[in-house]
């Protein structure tokens, strides 16, 4: 494959950057009434306004051209028919067919996957019934009212992430606690209220070997046993969710309650697999089925609908635009609901673990900028802290803002004042104000200056009718396929993680420095072995 740097579109879009790159929004639209229709799409749906972006009919024929010379949707169509697309790994990438329709065949080594789903499906809806109804019952007889998933990463920020966005769909009478941190300060609180007698732990781990999650797991069941006696209980109070089905029953969990997955489902792809298991659980199996079924939506939408209709292609484009064409370092994530809380954070890791790779599929040096930080809050309360920055700050950073039509309280007025505000940040970040419309509002000149905002700050803004099981998975495979083509026009391995393995490495040689009672011999650098020292000295 050609360099990125060196294909006409990119070389191209340097040119039009320069000539474009200073005409402000307000110029865009006022020359442009057709504009904000034009630049607004739909699919799977959701509906997505990109017209607040420093765009012109010219950059997205561009853009457009940019995925065509680099192969998005050949690379697309390798990934949908289970080609071994994560080539470091050499692994198929298949989160696509946990949620495809029975029926579908997704070959897999000569094998198709998609019946081996549904049983896995099947399995789970029949497990989360069971102890929604109250049939499965604990050791002592009393039914499960408390579920606590422990899992990290990719085990963990999917299920939190959607307990707490499909909250309302939930089963209100039951807990669910997510313990992730090898702090055990985390399981601590996350136990501390709950009875044994009527909790499940639900251990999450694709390969049941990562060291927070099988601590936890032993802190859990030596917090059981200690409040129920026999280890026997164990088998009564625990599920797994793994890959590796000999470790969880080593570690004494039913075989009847242990749920596979495939390695071709990366941990941070994975919520809508068996990893969903405590969200199933949660909000029940026709809500489950009808958030995988908005995945399947975008994923079609994804895979069929023309470039220039294609919501994924467009907002992983405009991240390359923003990224490599100005030069910007992140991307704000700024979902306007309450129950989107944890949605940047889940979002931050399936964007920097997937694209924060400096080296190309052909093992070469990037020449160019990669994945962006990714960070964000609900609003309105970021408008409370780091809005000023967007506003006013020196940097320009674009973001993605998310609202729904309809609430999820019964606070039907205080909706209203919700979308105002979204609606507002967008108009005051591309539109801002000018010292003249200042002054004739009468400001002072000595404050004109610091009041000035100055716009142009570029925003996507994605809505859609509600907030609910489909929409959710509908927003996290438009992300899915966004890093999905961002990374494809990169050049990168989206699917791999190398990056994390050498602090795991460096631990697990720093731990036992730590455990010792006889002073260790030290080899690390100096800054290490000071730091490893002091502590040993303040914790005794
Ligand atoms: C995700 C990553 C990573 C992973 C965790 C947990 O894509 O691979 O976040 O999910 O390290 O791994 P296990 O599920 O194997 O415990």
């Given at each position: ?52 972006n ?17 192969g ?42 998609v ?38 990463g ?50 999450s ?44 029953i ?30 199933m ?6 809500n ?106 020196t ?32 108009e ?9 419309e ?103």
């Amino acid at each position: 494959m050609t360099a990125l740097t060196a294909t006409p579109s990119w070389q191209a879009l340097a040119a039009h950057h320069a000539r474009i790159k200073d005409i402000h929004l307000r110029k865009l639209f006022a020359d442009d009434p057709g504009r904000a229709e034009r630049f607004s799409i739909e699919g799977g749906g959701l509906f997505l306004d990109y017209s607040k972006n420093r765009i012109t009919d010219e950059t997205v024929r561009l853009l457009l051209q940019l995925a065509e010379e680099r192969g998005v949707a050949k690379r697309r169509d390798a990934m949908f028919a289970g080609e071994k697309i994560n080539t470091t790994e050499r692994r198929a990438v298949l989160h696509v067919a946990l949620r495809a329709p029975r029926g579908t065949h997704i070959v897999v080594d000569g094998a198709d996957v998609v019946p081996e789903i549904h049983k896995v499906l099947q399995a789970m809806v029949d497990f989360a019934m069971r102890l929604r109804s109250g049939a499965f019952i604990g050791h002592t007889g009393r039914r499960i009212r408390n579920v606590v998933n422990i899992g990290i990463g990719g085990s963990y920020l999917g299920p939190e992430m959607a307990y707490r966005a499909l909250r309302p769909f939930s089963d209100r009478s039951m807990t669910f606690r997510f313990v992730s941190n090898v702090d055990g300060a985390d399981f601590s609180e996350a136990t501390w209220d709950l009875d044994a007698t009527e909790t499940l732990f639900i251990v999450s781990s694709k390969t049941f070997t990562t060291l927070e999650t099988m601590t936890n797991a032993a802190t859990a069941r030596a917090w059981l046993v200690q409040k129920l006696g026999p280890d026997a209980a164990v088998a009564k109070h625990f599920a797994a969710v793994s890959t590796n089905i000999p470790a969880a029953i080593t570690f004494g969990i039913d075989p009847a309650n242990i749920f596979g997955f495939w390695d071709w489902v990366g941990g941070r792809y994975s919520m809508d697999s068996a990893i969903g298991l405590s969200t199933m659980i949660a909000v029940g199996a026709d809500n489950f089925r009808d958030m995988l079924a908005g995945f399947h939506a975008m994923d079609e939408h994804f895979r069929t609908a023309p470039a220039a209709f294609n919501l994924p292609l467009l907002l992983g484009l405009l991240t390359i635009w923003y990224t490599n064409f100005f030069g910007t370092q992140t991307i704000g994530i700024l979902p306007y609901a309450a129950h989107l809380a944890r949605f940047p954070a889940y979002l931050q890791q399936l964007q920097m673990e997937s694209n924060g790779k400096h080296i190309d599929l052909d093992g070469c040096v990037l020449d160019y900028q990669s994945g962006p930080i990714v960070w964000g809050e609900p609003g309105t309360d970021g408008q409370h802290s780091f809005y000023q920055l967007l506003h006013q700050g020196t940097r320009l950073v674009p973001c993605d803002m998310i609202g729904f039509c309809r609430p999820l309280s019964q606070q039907v007025a205080q909706h209203d004042l919700l979308m105002a505000n979204l609606f507002a940040q967008a108009e005051a970040l591309a539109f801002g104000k000018t010292a003249d419309e200042l002054r004739v509002e009468g400001c002072s000149d000595h404050q004109t200056p610091f009041r000035v905002t100055e716009g142009n700050r570029p925003t996507n803004m994605i809505l859609a009718e509600a907030l609910n099981p489909a929409t959710l998975g509908s927003l996290v495979a438009l992300y899915e396929h966004s890093v999905f083509t961002q990374g494809a026009i990169w050049a990168i391995d989206s699917f791999d993680q190398w990056g994390v393995e050498l602090g795991k490495v460096l631990a697990n040689r720093i731990i036992p420095e730590l455990n010792r009672d006889a002073e260790p011999v030290l080899a690390h650098d100096a800054s290490t072995n000071a730091l490893i020292r002091r502590y040993r000295k303040q914790r005794a």
